[in-house]
């Protein structure tokens, strides 16, 4: 499975963006996927992740409520839509897929086997 994050760009606080991965590969749709961001000077640190089948959904605490990770498996094809953008919110967004898919690691950056090369959101103040 090859990854390609796009969408990322340079926004306002209280601004939105909508990401989108495009998964190549005809087995995407029973892949788990997952957003993670880094920071500079931080570590990767998990965002959403949402399972094959779309009926479960995960997100970490300080997103909750303002993202929104959907996928569109006819189109090989995940997003996330940002909502509310805030200045810690800006960091390289990288979308990773992995078949191996439970609800107690996909928080966890080494489950996923398959990474794409991120994508950039700056959020000013």
């Known amino acids: 499975v090859q990854l390609q994050a796009s969408g990322g760009g340079l926004v306002q606080a209280g601004g939105s963006l909508r990401l989108s991965c495009e998964a190549s590969g005809r087995i995407f749709s029973t892949y788990g996927m997952g957003w993670f961001r880094q920071a500079p000077g931080q570590e990767r640190e998990f965002v959403a992740a949402i399972r094959w089948s779309g009926d479960s959904t995960y997100y970490a605490d300080s997103v909750k409520g303002r993202f929104t990770i959907s996928r569109d498996n006819a189109k090989n094809t995940i997003y996330l839509q940002m909502n509310s953008l805030q200045p810690e919110d800006t960091a390289v967004y990288y979308c990773?897929?992995?078949?191996?898919?439970?609800?107690?690691?996909?928080?966890?950056?080494?489950?996923?086997?398959?990474w794409g090369k991120g994508t950039l959101v700056t959020v000013s103040s």
């Open positions: 990773a897929a992995d078949r191996t898919f439970a609800s107690q690691t996909v928080r966890v950056s080494r489950s996923y086997g398959f």
